[in-house]
């Protein structure tokens, strides 16, 4: 079965340094999203692509975070710097497009721990 | 905007016992999804149920069932039989008919007891 790949699973780093997470979505889903669960709280999402395109960056903090998906494919998540506040389990998830629903589906997250 | 909100921060369940997760949810709009999703002990995230605002009739799932009270906003979860591989932590989301973003609650850890 399909699923959503993530890496790395677990990131640890000092604040003012530089992070990167990567996406590999389920093949064909031209829907990516990129959330923020903070511990104890629901997921957020932070950046949704359709296909290479920003569809919502709202709640993207985009003076330190950036996202990208250059092929329509994959995805990498960027903080530069990273702060004591952005510990927190990212989530990607994708989706097929077109019709009223299309189920998203949940990779296994990068939890970032910012020391 | 809308919001979900869950109060009940954990629960605790007997083994093949019954369970119901509660939800409310604010919303100006008529038409909507709203999903209950499970996410494991260091697993991804899964939906359990799905239940579109138009139906009248609740949604279920084999063991999952909802009471979904369109008046009162009022979307709780209720899981017959449980089983230890119900421990999870339970959320509440929302979606607008035709936007993909989803709204979700802060969660509702589970835990089965053997």
């Known amino acids: 079965e399909a699923e959503v790949a993530q890496s790395p699973r677990y990131k640890i780093t000092e604040k003012s340094q530089a992070v990167a997470f990567w996406c590999d979505p389920i093949?064909?889903?031209?829907?990516l999203y990129w959330y923020r669960q903070i511990l104890g709280q629901g997921p957020e999402l932070l950046v949704q692509?359709?296909?290479?395109?920003?569809?919502?960056d709202s709640q993207l903090p985009k003076d330190r975070f950036s996202a990208e998906r250059l092929k329509g494919v994959d995805s990498t998540l960027k903080i530069q710097p990273a702060e004591l506040g952005d510990s927190a389990m990212y989530l990607c998830?994708?989706?097929?497009?077109?019709?009223?629903?299309?189920?998203?589906?949940f990779g296994p997250g990068t939890r970032l721990t910012v020391l | 905007a809308q919001t979900v909100t869950q109060s009940q921060p954990e629960m605790s369940v007997q083994e093949a016992e019954t369970v119901t997760l509660s939800c409310t949810y604010d919303?100006?709009?008529?038409?909507?999804?709203l999903f209950w999703y499970k996410q494991p002990p260091s697993r991804q995230m899964i939906l359990v149920i799905r239940?579109?605002?138009?139906?009248?009739q609740n949604a279920t799932e084999n063991r999952f069932s909802v009471n979904f009270q369109k008046a009162a906003k009022s979307f709780s979860l209720k899981i017959s039989d449980s089983q230890l591989g119900d421990t999870a932590m339970y959320f509440c989301?929302?979606?607008?008919?035709?936007?993909?973003?989803?709204?979700f609650g802060k969660g509702i850890t589970l835990s089965v007891r053997p």
């Open positions: 919303t100006s709009e008529n038409n909507y999804y």
């Open positions: 989301a929302f979606m607008n008919l035709g936007v993909s973003k989803l709204t």
């Open positions: 239940q579109e605002a138009y139906k009248q």
């Open positions: 093949s064909g889903h031209a829907t």
């Open positions: 692509f359709q296909d290479e395109s920003v569809v919502d």
């Open positions: 998830a994708s989706s097929r497009t077109g019709g009223s629903y299309n189920e998203q589906f």
